[in-house]
């Protein structure tokens, strides 16, 4: 049925991106203006030119940025002919979403005098934004085209937003590092996209989707990039000073405590002891999705280490018996084993969370109680700091109450996530989208002018001159 | 007749570069010695560490070393047999340049009491102008020897520097991303040396030129790394405060414009709407070469995505009509490029900024007029701040005579660097210079002892086994 | 022999890694806590947050991390069947040698009030310590197991802190940037582990060492990251101010002068003055090995020049004579060359600061002496400036006395990593390690569920095809 449809992306893929920038530059003339951070004419002449926002997060910007476009755009290129498309559809999709959020948030939360104001800051929590969309198309990699993946970005933005501000506005649930509405949200909704993107035909997998040794290592590289930089990315959106500081320091054990979990747990898992490569590339990282949640918590080195051996086990065991399980029993197809990777390690973190709550007696926080628990913290009587008081104090929650409502957040979620993912799949289905047929999936030759990745072409060759047939059609 | 030389490197290049290496250890010797922020006799005892110059720039710094040396390396190793040479020539050259623009900078600019005064900010005015070699370098890339390439840095780097000191010092046009100086200079250089060392025998296309499905994938990832520091170029010379903070926001919009508008483009350009690489992995940086005029004025968000737009744009026609075009009629060989990525939106940008200032009235700059326009801006009658007075301010132009000054400075630049780099490639035609044989272009292995790529190797191995005849020397 | 034991990591490595990771939990449950800057409860209601001590490092660190884990790992994966192995075991021992420092380090210098106090700090520190072991494991790369490197960390990293204890806080050596203490040290505690392990079946070297076409650009490419960086790892431990300034300003410049050296030399001694690979994958950072010893001193920007240039020179000729002489002579197998990289610049640097301590007077440092030579300068009178007081400063050194304390810290350095490493390769002969039997030397596949490379492969198929017999086990 999928090969009546033709995958030309003439005129469509054109008319989509250009409908979409020439929109978003409307709406950029008709409302969006400087910031005060930004904007030349609001500056009092005696303001310090390094007190200004930028240098409190450029250059964790940059790092979150490497890690997006190269660090993720490497990891997602593992299979031996898809990397070119794994690179590019994930620049791709970074661009649209992250433009896609800077007018969605904008208008959402900094839209005022009919104006939507604009900084680098922005950009960083669109950024955050996009990432959901990055992390979703992993669930659908090589099954979807580049204009399925780009209308998931234009559906999955606005939920994000609303599930964010659910979650974090409405909750007041804490999740400084986006354990809960980044990681959970986009690894079940890239489940429900999936789900209702389901191909028979690929049950039983597909030649091409296999590595070949160079995207392999290219693909660990870029496991390497992201493990790196992971520690700039939960730290961005904490509070600077020790806050900050706790986060990086957490980040980086937990990590490190993810990567000897994943060499041991591989290498028990595997015949011979043998490491498997898309455990080290994958669980590695585990920790990195937990400790969101948790990051600038009083948790204790020890804490996050725990936190970064769990995850990354529940990563590999996700890998080696529930993709299979669940690819079985409830056609779920997950490429990339989002789900171990963002799923299941993003629930920990989130219960981890919980537990940390009921645990970490309020005195561990001293002062600070008020920056890292807003709702929780009782109401400040007097504080000299400006920046200490901020939405939410005033509930004065019981570490109990603020735990349910964590709960409440993972649980919103999770669901909206999910009926959100499997819906905008449903929509995917529309036969104009380009959508591969089965035999040219994971194939960057369909939808780019490209010479055949050498390993195919050797395959190829050698079958040839041996006079073999070939068959998967390699 | 190309054939009758010997391309042997020994003894040339290790002459050159002994010879350079040592007079300009010489010149070190005699002239160079440290700056006030890194001398350490001259630090006053209660001065504050943190506020060293070095702060202010370094990580920049750091960001653009990576974007030249890594990202433009892979960049520019996109042809399948060749990727050694780039990588390794574009970090020859980066050295080469920087060293010799330190020297002549140094001269010129930062000698007194008898001495060249120098801390990490020479290097980084160094490296601006090394950038130029390394952008020139890609029009005759493939076709030249290293002995060529050092000695069009050892005629480009002083011509480059009086380029910029009568745009910028003389004319005091405003280009504070290098649009004009840099890119628009280094483009026309570039293609004047490529126009003296035309060769008919190449004329024709060369089976080597092409690229693997690797090497796409290399470049691709060299383009993801100049995207994402390209904001760190743009603003490490911008005035600290809201204008890097805007030159910030005004070039990750409009790189974000132009890889929406490349994806775009390309797919409308292409049969059956495939994604071209060669767009794709320069496209979508045209954007940056163009905002480097614009990009501390308040062109305002939505200005910097139509510049975005309009660059991309120009670069993917240059590369579908303009460079067929040109090396038809004019026999201009531009191996990467250059014009399409620097040349058009280099004038792009130049003239957008024409536009700018005769558009944006001066009250959108407020009392930061003087900073971004020190020429155009009334002489200050009272200033509190010791920075914001700078060279140019007493001039007190008219907003038309400013733009005039900047069509001028644009000029110049165009004559400047076309002459001089016709000139430069007629020295690179002495025989000499181990320039190679046609057939000989576009190999690693000329000049590096090195493994044949595998790509080749399997093709002749194919070749072989099937007793066909090998054609274009493959 | 070495095939009749087991070579399957079953078991073994998941027992070593789970008791390690677990050994090192209880450690962090029972011992480690928060330091000043990270705990939340010990910070002043009035304490300035962008005052933490995060903020002046933390983009340093970032950038080590990101050299150690891909620009090392790449440039270790120059074998063409050994780069995943390179990149992992990389990582992996980066990983639990820095944890194991953390804690060595941690019960050593900040154990206080019964508990090791943790910030990122002493992160970087026991980085530094873990870049000894991934030094070292370059002389042994491809003829180990897993399990050996591992317990080489293991024995290593005490080895080096007391080492370090011996040079710095003893001797009160001056090494700012770790040539003395960590890169002479590396190199020959390497060194001696090779002895020990020394394998007569691959005295005449082996089919799987060599490089392909793409490891040997991937190789360049980290060599790239390396270069890029090292001023962020020199300058990380420096004082702030002018000293770090300095120590940035000098790397570049010796970094530079080893990269133009690196193309003459290699050029100069190959045959038609081809460029090798290998030279300019290493010779290129000779100077950075060098530098670290007097970075922060007055060497002026011409005696960073000159460290540099004869540091790649040496180290190039180490590779053409030196390392094929200790092969044959002393069976001293050097896998990655790190003697040529590590151990003669190192040394080179470690004199040059002699010379430097000699040479320059104290008048070139001002009232900076006391930061500089802790030891050497005479005690302060009055100092305004808490932090320019130090451990040494009242030992008051001339600089013949000073000078000698150098040697004999390098002199301490070179023995106690020789005999240290000598001994610790015996204990890795052990017969359960998990040793690769010579024929399944530097092959991923023995330790990875991979794929082969295309490389291999190809030539497999080739050879197939042709009828040939296959020899070397290719």
Same mark, same amino acid.
């Given at each position: ?9 003439r ?9 979409f ?5 409307l709406?950029f003339?008709?409302?969006?203006t ?9 500056q009092?002449p005696d ?7 930028l240098y409190a ?15 993720l755009?490497l ?9 070119i ?9 970074a ?10 948030? !904008? ?7 009919g104006?939507v104001h604009?900084g ?10 996009? #990432? ?7 669930? #659908?990699?090589?099954r ?12 999955e933005?606005?939920l ?16 400084? !590092?986006?354990t809960?509405?980044?990681? #959970? ?9 999936s ?6 035909g690929?049950q039983?997998g ?14 660990l590289?870029?496991?390497m990039?992201?493990?790196v ?14 806050a900050q500081h706790?986060a990086?320091?957490?980040?980086? #054990?937990?990590l490190s405590?993810s ?5 041991a747990t ?9 490491l498997n490569?898309s455990h ?7 920790g990195g999705?937990a ?14 280490s ?8 529940a990563?590999?065991?996700g890998?080696?018996y ?10 779920l ?6 789900h171990?990777?963002h799923?299941l390690?993003?629930?920990? !973190?989130a219960v981890? !969370?919980?537990?940390?709550?009921l ?6 926080y001293?002062?600070?109680l008020?920056?890292?628990f807003p709702p ?11 920046e200490t008081?901020?939405e ?8 109990s ?19 959100g ?8 289905k ?5 959508q591969p047929p ?8 369909l939808?780019?002018?490209i ?8 395959v190829v060759?050698a079958?040839?001159d041996l ?8």
């Open positions: 049925m999928s090969k009546v449809f033709s995958t030309s992306l005129c469509r893929l054109p008319c989509l991106l250009f409908f920038q020439g929109a978003l530059l709406l003339i008709l409302f969006v400087y910031d005060e951070h930004t904007d030349a004419a609001s009092s303001a310090d030119p390094s007190a200004n926002q997060f450029f250059s964790l910007f940059q790092d979150i940025q490497l890690m997006l476009l190269v660090g755009g990891l997602l290129a593992f299979m031996k002919g898809y990397g498309s794994a690179v590019a559809y994930n620049f791709l999709m661009n649209f979403a992250t433009q896609w959020a800077l007018i969605v948030q !904008g208008f959402m939360h900094h839209y005022h005098q104006k604009l680098l800051y922005n950009i960083l929590t669109a950024e955050f934004a996009a #990432v959901t969309v990055l992390i979703s198309a992993g669930a #659908v990699l090589g979807t085209s580049p204009l399925q993946l780009l209308l998931m970005a234009l559906c933005i606005p994000y937003v609303v599930g964010e501000w659910l979650t974090v506005t409405r909750l007041q649930a804490v999740d400084v !590092g986006g809960i509405t980044l990681h #959970v949200f986009a690894c079940y909704f890239g489940l429900g996209v789900i209702a993107l389901y191909r028979p690929l039983r597909h030649p091409k989707e296999n590595p070949s040794y160079l995207s392999d290592l290219l693909s590289v870029g496991t990039i992201l493990w930089f992971w520690p700039s990315f939960i730290a961005s959106l904490a509070r600077q000073g020790d706790r990086v320091l957490h980040t980086w #054990v937990t405590s990567a000897l979990t994943s060499f591989s290498s028990l898992l595997e015949k011979k002891g043998k490569m080290l590339q994958n669980a590695t990282l585990a999705v400790i969101g949640a948790v990051a600038d918590m009083a948790i204790t080195p020890a804490g996050a725990v936190l970064g051996i769990v995850s990354s086990l990563c590999i065991l890998f080696k529930m993709t299979p399980f669940l690819a079985t029993k409830i056609h197809q997950d490429q990339c084993g989002i171990n990777l799923g390690p993003g629930i920990i !973190g981890g !969370g919980i537990v940390a709550i645990w970490i007696p309020d005195e561990a001293g002062l600070r008020h920056q890292v929780h913290a009782p109401p400040l009587g007097n504080i000299s700091m400006a008081t901020s939410g104090q005033e509930l004065g929650r019981t570490a109450q603020q735990a349910l409502y964590q709960a409440a957040g993972l649980g919103v979620s999770f669901v909206v996530s999910l009926v993912g499997y819906l905008t799949g449903l929509v995917l529309l036969p104009f989208l380009a089965d035999d040219l999936c994971f194939d960057d030759a939808y780019f002018k010479q055949e990745p050498v390993e195919t072409w050797c060759q079958h040839e006079h073999l047939p070939l068959k998967d059609n390699v």
